[in-house]
T-cell receptor
Framework: NAGVTQTPKFRILKIGQSMTLQCTQD?????MYWYRQDPGMGLKLIYY???????DKGEVPNGYNVSRSTTEDFPLRLELAAPSQTSVYFC??????????????FGSGTRLTVV | RKEVEQDPGPFNVPEGATVAFNCTYS??????FFWYRQDCRKEPKLLMS???SGNEDGRFTAQLNRASQYISLLIRDSKLSDSATYLC??????????FGAGTRLTVKP
């Protein structure tokens, strides 16, 4: 049981380049999320999805785009990379949002550096 | 004011010690509360949910005080393996979990 799988684990981008961070889950969770974690800061929600075909902005969506064509996949796209997007990106999924049991399952993260 | 604030770290304690972390949240309408553990350069993992009546899981006890808007985590008989960053997480509304910056714990022999 793989849980949440993120690729790549590491990436260095040049300013202005674009890339897609991949996220796949095999738990049949409807809810999926993208967070970024900067040093000394809490995780910030970028985008989330409550099911295939439905996405919505989180706290810090600028500079990112997402799609949810299937229940399993929730890729995050950076169109014009900027140094401010240097961060660790975590994808997560959950069975339910308002729950006292289960919480989130996170992927292992993607460390992105924009130079 | 940050939505979720945690004790500043780091906490350095000897093995066997009891240590407590506090976390305050600003949104009185918050519904769900959690403690996550994050090891260095790893993803966060759910440690335990926090219930209104308080709850215990082995050496870990979580408490919620809605009137004062804070939650706490107590770790008894600390182990070396408890060394990690502990994240306080508050669900302010559907699909919006807010994370604290974390409190770093180091347990020393």
């Amino acid at each position: 049981n793989a849980g949440v799988t993120q690729t790549p684990k590491f990436r260095i981008l040049k300013i202005g380049q674009s890339m897609t961070l991949q996220c796949t889950q095999d738990m049949n969770h409807n809810y999926m999320y993208w967070y970024r974690q900067d040093p000394g800061m809490g995780l910030k929600l970028i985008y989330y999805s409550v099911g295939a075909g439905i996405t919505d902005k989180g706290e810090v969506p600028n500079g990112y785009n997402v799609s949810r064509s299937t229940t399993e996949d929730f890729p995050l796209r950076l169109e014009l990379a900027a140094p401010s997007q240097t961060s660790v990106y975590f994808c997560a999924s959950s069975y339910s949002t308002m729950t006292g049991a289960g919480g989130y399952t996170f992927g292992s993260g993607t460390r992105l550096t924009v130079v | 004011r940050k939505e979720v604030e945690q004790d500043p770290g780091p906490f350095n304690v000897p093995e066997g010690a009891t240590v407590a972390f506090n976390c305050t949240y600003s949104n009185s309408a918050s519904q769900s509360f959690f403690w996550y553990r994050q090891d260095c350069r790893k993803e966060p993992k759910l440690l335990m949910s926090v219930y209104s009546s308080g709850n215990e899981d082995g050496r870990f006890t979580a408490q919620l005080n809605r009137a004062s808007q804070y939650i706490s985590l107590l770790i008894r008989d600390s182990k070396l393996s408890d060394s990690a960053t502990y994240l306080c997480v508050v669900n302010t509304r559907n699909n919006d979990m807010r994370f604290g910056a974390g409190t770093r714990l180091t347990v020393k022999p």
